[in-house]
Protein backbone atom coordinates (compact mmCIF):
# COMPACT_ATOMS: atom_id res chain seq x y z
CA UNK A 1 0.00 0.00 0.00
CA UNK A 2 1.47 3.63 -1.07
CA UNK A 3 1.72 5.20 2.60
CA UNK A 4 1.42 9.12 2.01
CA UNK A 5 2.75 11.33 4.99
CA UNK A 6 1.80 14.73 5.49
CA UNK A 7 4.73 17.08 4.98
CA UNK A 8 5.26 20.81 5.38
CA UNK A 9 7.01 24.00 4.67
CA UNK A 10 6.27 25.99 7.91
CA UNK A 11 9.87 26.11 8.51
CA UNK A 12 10.52 28.21 4.78
CA UNK A 13 7.53 30.42 5.31
CA UNK A 14 8.20 31.14 9.31
CA UNK A 15 12.17 32.10 7.51
CA UNK A 16 10.36 34.13 4.76
CA UNK A 17 8.17 36.05 6.81
CA UNK A 18 11.15 36.48 9.68
CA UNK A 19 9.27 35.33 12.46
CA UNK A 20 10.71 33.12 15.35
CA UNK A 21 10.01 30.09 16.42
CA UNK A 22 8.25 31.19 19.72
CA UNK A 23 6.53 34.00 17.81
CA UNK A 24 4.63 31.43 15.97
CA UNK A 25 4.31 29.43 19.08
CA UNK A 26 2.36 32.35 20.63
CA UNK A 27 0.86 33.20 17.33
CA UNK A 28 -1.00 30.01 17.20
CA UNK A 29 -1.04 29.26 21.07
CA UNK A 30 1.49 26.65 21.40
CA UNK A 31 5.01 26.01 22.40
CA UNK A 32 7.74 26.51 20.64
CA UNK A 33 8.28 22.73 21.32
CA UNK A 34 4.97 21.90 18.97
CA UNK A 35 6.85 24.12 16.45
CA UNK A 36 10.19 22.41 16.34
CA UNK A 37 8.31 19.16 16.38
CA UNK A 38 6.05 19.92 13.41
CA UNK A 39 9.26 21.86 11.21
CA UNK A 40 10.87 18.82 11.96
CA UNK A 41 8.02 16.06 10.71
CA UNK A 42 8.07 14.95 13.95
CA UNK A 43 4.55 15.80 14.66
CA UNK A 44 1.51 16.10 12.53
CA UNK A 45 -0.46 18.99 13.81
CA UNK A 46 -4.77 18.76 14.15
CA UNK A 47 -6.50 20.07 11.30
CA UNK A 48 -7.22 23.21 13.60
CA UNK A 49 -3.92 23.98 14.50
CA UNK A 50 -2.79 23.40 11.13
CA UNK A 51 -5.42 26.23 9.55
CA UNK A 52 -4.18 28.40 12.14
CA UNK A 53 -0.84 28.47 11.02
CA UNK A 54 -1.73 28.51 7.45
CA UNK A 55 -3.54 31.45 8.63
CA UNK A 56 -1.00 33.44 10.14
CA UNK A 57 1.12 33.10 7.03
CA UNK A 58 -1.98 34.51 5.36
CA UNK A 59 -1.59 30.96 2.57
CA UNK A 60 -4.14 27.83 1.63
CA UNK A 61 -3.82 25.00 3.75
CA UNK A 62 -2.78 23.26 1.07
CA UNK A 63 0.19 25.21 0.70
CA UNK A 64 1.71 24.81 3.80
CA UNK A 65 0.75 21.32 4.42
CA UNK A 66 0.80 18.66 1.80
CA UNK A 67 0.90 15.08 1.27
CA UNK A 68 4.18 13.47 0.00
CA UNK A 69 4.35 9.73 -0.88
Same mark, same amino acid.
Given at each position: ?? !???? #?? /??? *? /??????? *?????????????? *????? !????? *?? #?????? @?????????? !? #????? @??
Amino acid at each position: MN !EKIV #SN /CVL *T /CRKANNV *TQQGLADAVNVTRQ *TIIAI !EKGNY *TP #SVLLAL @KIANHFKKPL !E #SVFYL @KK
